[in-house]
């Protein structure tokens, strides 16, 4: 018994490591992303899945550990971070395989992608640079437009509901922002 429980405590305590070095990177290649370094941000996310891979290995024959939560948060924000790498290289949304994460987590971080692709759309309008915001607000519509359909409780989805509502605000100002910013551009002589 003694020796189950040192088992299970070594692997949370290495999978809680590698979830916060996954989160840190997802953060971290975000930044990348918002300054256009896309192939550092892309190599930075490639090595914190590497590890975390790794740690969170010893997570099998520990259930309640995996499903604990922190696995998930950290999924979720690389889910986050590998959507807003891939809409804003002009790549499609990847897939939860392809992320390699569950459903919940990919949903929840498809979800807050949206928040960074408003954050570079209103930084290319602050720019006077409208050149792929239009694509943009659309990613950010296909993604609430999913979202709307996934009609199931929360302790499936990880919350998603009040998630989708926040998206939903975050698109419309961003519309709302657009539009705008497209009106002031056709009005002025140099438009």
């Known amino acids: 018994m003694v020796a189950h429980l040192e088992e299970k ?3 949370r305590e290495k999978a809680l490591r590698a979830s916060r070095a996954l989160i840190q990177a997802s953060a971290r290649s975000i930044r990348q992303v918002h300054r256009g370094e896309m192939a550092e941000a892309k190599a930075r996310l490639d090595e914190a899945r590497a590890a975390a891979d790794e740690g969170f290995a010893g997570l099998g024959g520990h259930p309640d ?9 950290a999924e979720k ?10 809409l804003v290289s002009g790549a499609p949304l ?20 949206a928040g960074e692709l408003r954050r570079v759309i209103l930084d ?3 720019q006077g640079d409208f050149d792929g915001c239009e694509a943009l607000l659309e990613a950010m519509d296909d993604i609430y437009a999913l979202l709307v359909t ?4 929360d ?9 989708t509502d926040q998206t939903r605000g975050i698109l419309e100002r961003t519309r709302g922002d657009l539009t705008m ?8 002589p140099e438009g």
């Open 9 to 11: 405590h070594a692997a």
């Open 65 to 73: 550990i995996e499903h604990a939560g922190f696995v998930h948060d």
């Open 77 to 86: 924000e690389y889910a986050e971070a590998r959507a807003t790498l891939a």
């Open 94 to 113: 990847p897939s939860p395989e392809e992320v390699g994460v569950n459903a919940a987590a990919w949903l929840n971080g498809i979800a807050e992608a």
């Open 124 to 126: 290319r309008l602050r």
């Open 150 to 153: 996934i009609d199931f409780p």
């Open 155 to 163: 302790a499936m989805t990880g919350g998603l509901r009040r998630t």
């Open 181 to 188: 910013a497209i009106v002031q551009r056709r009005a002025t």
